[in-house]
């Protein structure tokens, strides 16, 4: 009888030994390809940023790329003081040591408007909205919502004015969050105009038609007035742009585009801008149209109603880490199981090996023998685990992605009170998890099922092997 | 002379300065049967062990065809010089009668199942739903499967009744005298030892040659 003839004996003889390790291998093969799966999961999600949208593209600052700027500007400047292009160095004393002190300003943060006009001009765009950044500003002589319970003491104490090209295309208007309540909404030609929230306009008893003043959070004068045009309700509250109630969503006041750099005396902060595609059918070609625009695209992030053009943070990126621990803890812990089973197994099979080396069959060739068993099974298991595998990793991947979320909900819950702010975040909400098996992931989780055999029952066979023939009938009789 | 013991000493690797044999020396030809005696832990089973190439000696040296079993390998020395049979017979327990048989090499099982006794209603059963003396018939038809010259047998019929044991003494003989066989039984059993050519006693790690035993008598 040879190895192979003997080890097919024992696999289909010893049906119980068999089936328990048929079903642990096939357990961790599916672990071992839900996690993969998982780790290239592609989670369609849904926020309010890409649903306000639509058929349009959003404009927005590459934040890496500012800082690599602030690294060029700083090496062109070298060790003079100075400001090149809103970055500003100075030499200052503190503490009897010179120090640099390095800033930017609105100039380095804002979007060019030539570039704005370079893609509104392209054919198919058949309008655009400029939104500036949430300017904070003091309100005089009238008064803001604030949470009583709240310390105001590290809060600026101002209100936020969102200036805008064409209100009815800012981003909480096209996520159908804002309305107007009553009035109507900042159009182009406007000038000095403000759209106010219905709680403020309520505390304050404003009506569309009155004037309300600001000024720089730092000093009293000059004071800008804007009259109210309208005034505006919210189906959820807006997030703040930063905690403290200069942020929080009733003291949101939407202006015309230049209003902010007037009322903060400073130069415009344009954030982003938005470029509304007239034809929805020629989107794909718009689009195209604008990637061949001569623009410094490195300056910023294109966001169409599919996710970023360009470099749009995954929301899930976490997802990856956490599916490659578990592939980690997996193969952990299926090194300790299986080698505990080989254990088991080898230890129960003493009389069997001291009957073999008696025979004269070496070491080796029984213990391939007892890999070749692990392997038929383990064949078996794996084949099994591939037809299974596509829905265990689509439930895998769902079920990580909703324990993300619950973890989210319970980090957002601890520090609920703990900041100035009754605000509801933007809700992310998944609409969808892809998990998807591979061939690679077949021939990946083959191999490592392959290896983890090989591994245990060598380690396993540790303890038996050493002793010699003799010894090992003595234990028999 | 197909077998020698060549002055051979061992020792258990926990207890290395005390010598359970003593330069035992001893030589066995084909076609003799060959009985080993000696009280419980006189290290009667250790020198069959050491026949087998089961274990290494401290010193001196097991030859065979004048050859140290060293020099091909204990191995080597296990799957072509020497057959097992043990008190415990030592059958797979997931092989059928026949397939036991062919473990020992054999392509023809059936005949030597046959040479034993066997009838072939129970060849393809488990070997253990056989009894013990028909257990102990497979393994001595293992050992006769592999061809090798020496049969090395530990205590073949502790386990069995007085009627079978007779039948496996038989066949142990038969072995020896009609397939020329070197046929070495380590025993307790004062009948098998009798019915042996040549008694050797194992006496406090020493080797010697001894007459039979008186059976109304005599004790081991």
């Known amino acids: 009888m040879n190895l192979l003839q003997r080890a097919w004996c024992s696999v289909i003889r010893k049906p119980v030994r068999s089936i328990l390790l048929l079903l642990v291998i096939c357990i961790i093969s599916l672990l071992f390809l839900s996690g993969m799966a998982s780790q290239t999961a592609n989670i369609a999600t849904k926020d309010s940023t890409r649903q306000a949208i639509g058929a349009g593209f959003l404009m927005t600052k590459n934040a890496e790329n500012e800082s690599k700027r602030v690294e060029e500007l700083s090496l062109k400047l070298g060790d003079k003081e100075g400001s090149l292009e809103g970055y500003h160095q100075k030499k200052e004393l503190i503490d009897g040591q010179t120090m640099w002190r390095t800033w930017t300003d609105n100039v380095f943060h804002c979007i060019k408007t030539e570039d704005i006009d370079k893609i509104a001009g392209v054919e198919g765009i058949s309008d655009y909205n400029i939104t500036t950044a949430p300017t904070r500003v003091k309100a005089s002589e009238f008064e803001r919502i604030e949470d009583p319970d709240v310390d105001q003491t590290n809060d600026f104490g101002g209100v936020a004015l969102l200036g805008n090209r064409d209100m009815k295309l800012d981003a909480n208007v096209l996520s159908g969050n804002v309305s107007i309540k009553e009035g109507h909404m900042v159009a182009p030609s406007d000038k000095d105009v403000c759209v106010i929230s219905e709680e403020l306009a309520e505390k304050n008893g404003l009506k569309v038609g009155d004037t309300i003043g600001f000024h720089p959070i730092k000093e009293e004068e000059p004071v800008s007035e804007a009259k109210i045009i309208g005034i505006y309700q919210v189906k959820e509250k807006m997030t703040p742009y930063m905690s403290g109630d200069t942020y929080r969503s009733e003291n949101v006041i939407f202006t015309d585009l230049h209003f902010p750099e007037k009322a903060e005396q400073d130069t415009p902060l344009f954030e982003c801008a938005y470029f509304k595609v007239g034809n929805v059918d020629d989107y794909e070609s718009v689009k195209e149209r604008i990637k061949a625009l001569d623009l410094d695209w490195e300056l910023y992030d294109l966001i169409d109603n599919n996710g970023n053009l360009n470099t749009m943070a995954e929301n899930f990126n976490n997802l990856e880490n956490i599916s490659e621990t578990m592939l980690w803890i997996v193969a952990g812990g299926s090194f300790v199981i299986l080698f505990l089973i080989f254990l088991f197994w080898i230890r129960n099979r003493n009389n069997e090996i001291g009957v073999l080396l008696s025979l004269g069959i070496s070491k080796s060739k029984i213990l391939l023998q007892i890999v070749t068993e692990a392997f038929m099974i383990g064949i078996i298991a794996i084949c099994i685990s591939f037809v299974v595998a596509p829905a265990t990793s689509q439930a895998a991947a769902t079920y990580l992605v909703g324990q993300q979320e619950e973890q989210a909900q319970l980090e957002k819950d601890a520090v609920e009170g703990q900041v100035s702010t009754e605000y509801k975040d933007v809700k992310l909400t998944i609409t969808g998890v892809q998990a998807e098996v591979t061939k690679d992931m077949l021939i990946v989780d083959g191999l490592g099922i392959g290896a983890l055999i090989i591994l245990s029952t060598s380690a396993a066979s540790i303890l038996i092997f050493r002793k010699n023939p003799k010894n090992i009938l003595s234990e028999m009789s | ?220």
């Open chain 2, 1 to 220: 002379m197909i077998l020698q013991a060549k002055d051979l000493s061992y020792a258990y690797k926990t207890k290395k300065d005390r010598l359970v044999l003593k330069q035992v020396s001893a030589e066995f030809e084909e076609g003799r049967f060959y009985a080993v005696v000696g009280s419980s832990g006189s290290g009667k089973t250790t020198f069959l062990s050491l026949l087998a190439g089961l274990d290494s000696p401290v010193d001196g040296m097991v030859k065979y065809m004048d050859e140290d079993i060293q020099r091909k390998g204990l191995n080597y020395h296990r799957k072509h010089h020497i057959s097992l049979v043990f008190q415990n017979y030592n059958l797979i327990d997931y092989l059928t009668t026949e397939e036991n048989v062919r473990l020992g090499g054999s392509k023809n099982p059936g005949s030597l199942l046959d040479k034993v006794s066997i009838p072939c209603e129970d060849w393809k059963r488990n070997v253990l739903q056989l009894s013990g003396g028909q257990q102990q018939r497979v393994a001595i038809a293992r050992a006769l499967a592999s061809e090798a010259r020496v049969l090395l047998a530990d205590e073949p019929t502790g386990n069995l009744d007085e009627d079978t044991t007779q039948k496996i003494i038989e066949l142990l003989k038969k072995m020896a005298h009609e397939h020329g066989k070197c046929v070495i039984v380590v025993t307790h059993s004062k009948t098998l030892a009798n019915e042996a050519d040549e008694i050797m006693e194992i006496d406090r790690g020493m080797l010697k040659k001894r007459e039979k035993f008186k059976l109304d008598k005599e004790a081991i």
